[in-house]
């Protein structure tokens, strides 16, 4: 018997469902209840074929965070493009990470894991050179947006800090602030009365006012854009939040 061959997009969707069902399994196990085993168990192939797309969990977890950086990128580019000052564009992409957060919960989360060394070392060269791609990609919109505002001068770059701790310092208070207040991601003990939406907006716009970057606060009702371009740039994302039952309050 002739074996059958498969071209590439029919191994591209059975690698597409795979993730699927390892994400799924995700929201219901978490990260580290995932097993291979399981995940055989869960699609309609066999544990040869599964392991001719991923080496193993490490490899199916960077596939699983390739995904989510693919996602997070087009949203960032998105913001990135918006026709707003550069302020408002940069606050605009940290709400876009609060609703990809919301949307895609065990993605959120498997990124961070997929930076674990054990996961890098043991996963493909391709999945990890795919994954460096994507990060340029996405990082690229960040940059852009500071590097716009450091040209028109509504931003002076700290003369202590270069532009890449500048992003990772906005990265951080994001996502941490994501983290521990989304109630999609994780439940904080020390969150009473603190609502994840409202205080992205405080935090980031505590750290854009000590960074001096204009408009500043007091001099531009920052809620009221911020609101107008969610509506612009992601209405599809705000429909979909809306129908789990979510609104964004800030």
């Known amino acids: 018997m002739t074996p059958r061959i498969i071209d590439d997009t029919a191994l591209q969707a059975r690698e ?56 997070l990128a ?36 498997t990124c961070i894991c997929a930076k674990a060394p054990n996961v890098v070392g043991k996963s493909s060269a391709e999945r990890i050179q795919e994954q460096e791609v994507l990060e340029t990609k996405l990082m690229g919109a960040i940059f852009g947006i500071f590097e716009e505002a450091i040209a028109n001068e509504s931003l002076t770059l700290p003369a202590h800090m270069d532009l890449q701790q500048l992003t990772f310092a906005n990265w951080s208070m994001a996502y941490g602030t994501i983290a521990l207040l989304s ?52 209405p599809v994302e705000l429909r979909l939040i809306k129908e789990k039952g979510r609104e964004l309050k800030f």
């Not at 992205?200 to 204009?214: A, E, H, K, M, T």
Request: glycine share 4%; with cysteine; charged share 25%.
């Open 74 to 109: 087009e949203l960032f580019i998105k913001a990135f493009h918006f026709e707003g000052c550069a302020r408002e564009r940069m606050l605009l992409a940290n709400f876009s990470y609060l609703l990809y957060a919301i949307l895609y919960p065990e993605l959120f989360q």
């Open 16 to 71: 597409e469902l795979i993730i699927d069902s390892a994400v799924k399994l995700i929201a219901k196990v978490g990260i580290e209840n995932l097993t291979m085993d399981k995940v055989v168990a869960q699609v309609p192939f066999s544990k040869g074929t599964v392991y001719k797309h991923f080496e193993g969990k490490e490899d199916l977890l960077l596939a699983i965070s390739n995904r989510a950086i693919k996602l």
């Open 183 to 234: 109630a999609e991601v994780e439940q904080c003990s020390g969150r009473t009365n603190l609502v994840v939406e409202r205080e992205l907006f405080n935090q980031s716009n505590l750290l854009f006012d000590g960074l001096q970057w204009q408009p500043l606060t007091k001099d531009k009702m920052h809620c009221d854009e911020l609101r107008k371009a969610l509506e612009q740039v992601y």
